[in-house]
Nanobody
Framework: QVQLVESGGDSVQAGGSLRLSCTTY????????TRWFRQAPGKEREEVAG????????YVADSVKGRFTISQDNSGETVYLQMNNLKPDDTAMYRC????????????????WGRGTQVTVSS
């Protein structure tokens, strides 16, 4: 059974950096798309970044542009979210989602979700 597992969350001070990982376990899984989301208590879930098959197409939300970068390893099994110059507003639970169906990806329907990794940024 395919699972997505996030790691790399931690507590850091403002201005610090973290690299989150979203790794596939449980069998061959050819991602067509991967997305990073975050949600802070009392706030709506926000889509932070995305990467599509082969890593050719990437994007990040305006709220993190210039600070966050999404990438993946050569095997495509791990997607990274590099977060630099972190701010207290970046504090949230970060989750990744993925799918191997381009139609579902285009409709923002993701069959696989990780449980999340907590990022806490103190001022």
């Amino acid at each position: 059974q395919v699972q997505l597992v996030e790691s790399g969350g931690d507590s850091v001070q403002a201005g610090g950096s973290l690299r989150l990982s979203c790794t596939t376990y449980g069998g061959p899984f050819s991602r067509d798309c991967t997305r990073w989301f975050r949600q802070a208590p009392g706030k709506e879930r926000e889509e932070v970044a995305g990467i599509d098959r082969g890593g050719d197409a990437t994007y990040v939300a305006d709220s993190v542009k210039g600070r966050f970068t999404i990438s993946q390893d050569n095997s495509g099994e791990t997607v990274y979210l590099q977060m630099n110059n972190l701010k207290p507003d970046d504090t949230a639970m970060y989750r990744c989602a993925a799918d191997n169906n381009p139609v579902r990806c285009s409709q923002r329907l993701y069959a696989w979700w990780g449980r999340g990794t907590q990022v806490t940024v103190s001022s």
